[in-house]
């Protein structure tokens, strides 16, 4: 069994910056893609940026040059750095591991942009 333990979420203004952790723990043998995916509500949920073991990363056009996505392997961890929020990036965020064995979620952390 895994399990994902969110951090980093919270009310924050429009321009400002959070950042969001996720460590994995328990029986990890492989992990192939870290990432975090957001559902604002009455939405579906979508992907806001994954980085692969290698390093290589993807990430939705509505985020990209604003956040950042990392990874620490040797602690099974990934932070995603959101810098220049709008309102619209108001959702409950979600981490996600895929590895061999599996395909895990966090239970979520409520990000609200608003002034």
């Keep these: 069994q895994v399990q994902l333990v969110e951090s980093g979420g919270g009310l924050v203004q429009p321009g400002g910056s959070l950042r969001l952790s996720c460590a994995a723990s328990g029986f990890i043998f492989s ?3 870290m990432g ?4 604002a509500p009455g939405k ?3 992907l806001v940026a994954r980085i692969r073991s290698g390093g290589s990363t993807n990430y939705a056009d509505s985020v990209k040059g604003r956040f950042t996505i990392s990874r620490d392997n040797a602690k099974n961890t990934v932070v995603l750095q959101m810098n220049s929020l709008k309102p619209e990036d ?5 981490c ?3 590895l061999v064995g599996g395909n895990y979620w966090g239970k979520g952390t409520l990000v ?3 002034s």
Excluded: G
């Excluded at 975090?36 to 559902?39: A, D, L, P, T, V």
């Excluded at 108001?90 to 979600?94: E, F, P, S």
């Design 90 to 94: 108001t959702a409950v965020y979600y």
């Design 36 to 39: 975090w995916y957001r559902q």
């Design 31 to 33: 992990i192939n893609t």
């Design 44 to 46: 579906q949920r979508e």
């Design 96 to 98: 996600n591991v895929n």
């Design 112 to 114: 609200t942009v608003s």
